[in-house]
């Protein structure tokens, strides 16, 4: 799966920080949906790991 976000990201990177959401189907993985980090939900995320990431970026 990190394969398949990372071919998805490195695509359509518009933004150092956004959301790819991808589903594993009986038919492979599928792309549902890319974001902007300002306007996508963040469910079960672990914020900690979140927050972490986005300091690395700055």
């Avoid at 976000?5 to 959401?21: I, R, V, Y």
């Amino acid at each position: 799966m990190f394969r398949f976000a990372q071919h998805w990201a490195d695509t359509w990177c518009s933004n150092p920080a956004f959301w790819l959401e991808v589903a594993d189907t009986p038919n492979g993985l599928k792309l549902l949906e890319i974001n902007a980090i300002n306007s996508s939900g963040f469910y079960a995320c672990d914020m900690g790991k979140f927050v972490n990431a986005i300091n690395a970026l700055v």
